[in-house]
């Protein structure tokens, strides 16, 4: 977390590109990343914006490459008051044998040449509010040519119970064609602001879309759960009826590239960094605490019923006695008919 001593322009794309903003002294930045360069140590990270377009943000916080000359800024560590996924732990050697798996997660904002055979899974996304990821044929493509099983996510944009559920109607639709292993998720977050200028990113809000989305997934026959940061699920997606959904916790603590905590006690899937420590590009990994078996939605299929007469069906004992004896006289009768008719006599 950076905090601004002098007002800086925010910068997309590059250190030297177009000027998004002027931010003024005083602005709290969250940050992924750092840069060296053109004579300024600058500080970077990703928004979405509304329409889907995500975009890197540069911002210089000082006048010198050099370390502690002319700094433009203050700097601590994430807060830890925040709905966003750097809701940190103290950073520490963890245990990681409670991992089952480790996967990414990908959508049309990841460069192609990803290598997928180098990770056990990937959860897609499939779509954002009701319009499909570019490249979710190419992810879907790109899982099966490495032979990884993968799940679908949906970005939340509703701010209305009829665009939550239009939301769920969409992406079960891109459900059924693409046929996820690992479950159908909502991205219940909001990075690029769009919730929040139509006051519509509150607990209230959060909760109404995620009973409705999650009910119509799973009423549907899809493993579902619930993406956001820990700080949302503890404050915000407390309620009980949502106990019954899955979670995948964004939890990325120092967010270098490494797993700093566990968060099975929550959720299924871990979402712990941002960045490829590795290549240094932004690459969203991921810590499953379960087998994939877990995401398979088990049908009970019932065995066919013996089918028994109703009450006034089913025969009484007196009325079986009966039956028995009509039975035995319609026999008799039938035999005399017989005899008498030997001897030219009507059985009438």
Known sequence: MATLTKAVNKRRDTPTGIVAETLPVGKKLSYTN??????????????????????????????????????????????????????????????????????VDLSEHNADGIDLSAYD?????????????????HWVDA???????????CYDYAIDDDQAEAEANYT?????????????????????KYKEKRNAWNKNRALATCRLFCKMISDAGYYTGIYSSSWVFKNWLTD?????????VAQWDSNDGDYHSDTSSMGTIHQYTSVDKHSGIG????????????????????????KEPSSEQKPTDGQSDVKELNGLLGTLIGLLKKLLSIFGKSGD
Not at 41 to 64: C, D, K, L, M, Q
Not at 121 to 137: C, H, P, Q, T, V
Not at 172 to 192: F, I
Not at 286 to 305: G, L, Q, R, T, W
């Open 172 to 192: 079960l639709e891109l459900a059924r064609k693409y046929k996820p292993a690992l479950g159908v998720w909502l991205d219940m977050e909001d990075e690029d």
């Open 34 to 103: 750092k840069w060296i360069g053109n004579g300024h140590r600058y500080i970077s990270w990703v928004e979405t914006e509304p329409n889907g377009n995500r975009y890197r943000y540069f911002v210089a916080v000082s006048g010198s490459e050099k370390y502690g000359v002319d700094t433009w800024a203050t700097f601590g560590g994430p807060s830890t008051d925040t709905k966003n996924p750097q809701t940190p732990t103290t950073a520490q050697t963890i245990d990681e044998s409670n991992v089952k798996h480790w996967g």
């Open 283 to 306: 690459l969203d990994k991921n810590a499953m605490y379960v087998d994939f078996d877990h995401y398979k939605v088990k049908v009970d299929k019932p065995s066919e019923p013996q």
């Open 240 to 248: 009980s009826s949502l106990d019954v959904y899955d979670k995948w």
């Open 143 to 153: 899982c099966k040519k490495a032979g990884i099983p993968y799940g679908l996510y």
């Open 121 to 137: 899974f990937a959860i897609l996304r499939s779509n954002y509010g009701e319009i499909a990821d570019k490249k979710i044929e």
